[in-house]
C-alpha cells in the first residue's frame, strides 16, 4: 500500500537549474511532458522540491551547489 512513496525521483545538476534555483516541471525528457501545465519547482531554500501535479521531486545531485543570486 504505497501511494507517494513510488512516485518519480529527478536528480538534476546546477547547470540543469534556471534563473533563481528553479526547475520546470513537467521536464522535456519525461515520456508525458505534456501530462499537466508547467510550474516552477524552487530548488533554492533545501535543495529539492515537489510537484503539486505529478508528486515528481526534483533534488540535486550530491555535491551540487547553487550558483548565489543577488
Known sequence: MSN??????VEVSAADVQ?????????????LWSSHPKVFIDLSHDGQGKCPYCGTVYK???GEVLHSHH
Open 19 to 31: 534563473g533563481p534555483g528553479v526547475v520546470a516541471c513537467p521536464n522535456p525528457k519525461m515520456a
Open 4 to 9: 507517494s512513496t513510488d512516485k518519480s525521483i
Open 60 to 62: 540535486l545531485k550530491a
